[in-house]
């Protein structure tokens, strides 16, 4: 394998893939970065000594979400091109465990959603927070929040906006094992490893099984939340929503 796909870093721990986001601090999504972390997954998957991959980030936050406005963001037609990879990203083969130090935002959230497994320091926090700029959910977080924590507490976090701290993720089950921060990516570690030193092709089948779908239903909800996103991008809920958050401050909504 490469040592390095663009903005992602890869280095190898026995059957453990360590594969470290760097945009630091905050590593925001963008279509390349999410581009190059499936390509470094996929070949992860290839490569019969490599077992499972621990993804982690650089940086204060783990994600802090998808630029929707700066030219160089995500706005507009990148979207699409963001949940192609998202899909891809859902459509790997072996298992991935977070490590979750800070931030999960918006794409963010729907990133950590990708892994079988987060582990967390109790500085993580983790926020559907999309209504608070006018906007509706996506990286297919209406499908996979739910079926990691439930309905009710998904529509919770996805009504509200709310954060959810480390410990209130892992008492969801959000987060499997909270750690403190310096321990953190030994955790993540040692729960790659627990799951490596087993039979990898029955490993592997089982996932299949747990996860029979989960790319294709996340294609799905992918397109839905993209048909959704384009009208609300034209309200002035949207405008005013990306204006509050810049300006940090609630937004002042009227519905139009």
Known sequence: MKT???????ERSGHVAVLTIDR????????????????????????RDLRVSVLCAAGKSFCAGADLVAPAGVGGNGVGSLYVEAVRLFSTKKPIVAAVQGAAVGAGLGLALVADFRVAAPEARFTSNFVKI????????????????????AALMCLTGRRLKGDEALEWGLVDVLVPISELKAAALALANEIAENAPLAVQSTRATLRAGLAEKVKAQTDHELKEQTWLRKTSDFAEGVRAVAERRPGNFTGT
Do not use: C, K
């Not at 601090?25 to 490569?47: G, K, Q, S, W, Y």
């Open 134 to 153: 006018g906007f509706h959910p996506g990286f297919g977080i209406s499908y996979t929040l739910p079926r990691v924590i439930g309905e009710q507490r």
């Open 24 to 47: 630091p601090p905050h590593n925001h999504v963008t279509v390349e970065l999410m581009r190059d972390l499936a390509d470094a997954l996929f070949d992860v998957d290839a490569e």
């Open 4 to 10: 390095r796909y663009g903005e992602v870093s890869f």
